[in-house]
């Protein structure tokens, strides 16, 4: 099973609202990861998880705030974003997140902001 | 921090033909990676590379790591409307340190 599953698939959201994106993978990764895409443009690292703690913060703005509960699961939680926010979020896991780790992505959800 | 540069940026071509795209970089990679995106999808990994000079071969598609492991290409044979897509070319540097991806190559193979 190589499968990172993503929800919801898609999201539209006031700038007043609170919402969570919600991340899963059960191939025994241990390091998990949140990228945002923009159109036409590659992935852009968000956050890295590493055994459960956040290992790298990619200076986000504090209305991401992102959660692992478990080894399993990693959430995004969503509060006063902006238009700008609007993409594509995608989340990914990887056995480790330090050697040549290969990393499996979710489908995304597709987030807008209105 | 490590870039990666991708080329061309855009390629369309037609059913049937060959085309080679290129990663490189001024740096020195522990490993690369090659993904495919289409629209509103996540990157699916297509390989990696690891050792300098390797190539490794999946069906229609050939990968080729470079000898100092600063640069990569991604040949496809005989192309067909399904190889269309984003190939984004990604790496960790050589300390472990940040693994980032490069801006990718638009390809549309035409019937």
């Known amino acids: 099973d190589t499968e990172v599953t993503q929800t919801p698939k898609h999201l539209v959201m006031g700038m007043t609202n609170k919402k969570s994106l919600k991340c899963e993978q059960h191939?025994?990764?241990?390091?998990m990861y949140w990228y945002k895409q923009k159109a036409k443009k590659p992935p852009e690292l968000m956050f890295v998880?590493?055994?459960?703690?956040?290992?790298i913060n990619e200076s986000v703005p504090s209305r991401f705030s992102p959660e692992c509960p478990n080894s399993s699961l990693l959430n995004l939680h969503l509060h006063a974003l902006q238009p700008e926010d609007s993409a594509l979020y995608l989340c990914?896991?990887?056995?480790?997140?330090?050697?040549?780790?290969?990393?499996?992505f979710g489908q995304g959800t597709r987030l807008t902001v209105v | 921090t490590q870039l990666l540069e991708q080329s061309p940026q855009f390629l369309s071509i037609q059913e049937g033909e060959n085309l080679t795209v290129y990663c490189n970089s001024s740096?020195?990679?522990?490993?690369l990676q090659w993904y495919r995106q289409e629209p509103g999808e996540g990157p699916v990994l297509l390989v990696t590379?690891?050792?300098?000079?390797e190539v490794k071969k999946l069906k229609r598609l050939t990968f080729q790591f470079g000898d100092a492991r600063k640069d990569s290409s991604l040949h496809i044979t005989a192309a067909q409307p399904g190889d269309t897509g984003l190939y984004l070319c990604?790496?960790?540097?050589?300390?472990?340190?940040?693994?980032?991806f490069g801006p990718g190559t638009r390809l549309s193979v035409l019937p």
């Open positions: 740096s020195v990679f522990s490993s």
């Open positions: 590379v690891v050792t300098g000079g």
């Open positions: 990604a790496g960790e540097d050589n300390y472990g340190q940040n693994f980032v």
């Open positions: 990914a896991s990887s056995q480790d997140w330090r050697g040549a780790t290969e990393a499996f």
């Open positions: 998880y590493s055994y459960e703690k956040l290992s």
């Open positions: 191939m025994g990764h241990r390091a």
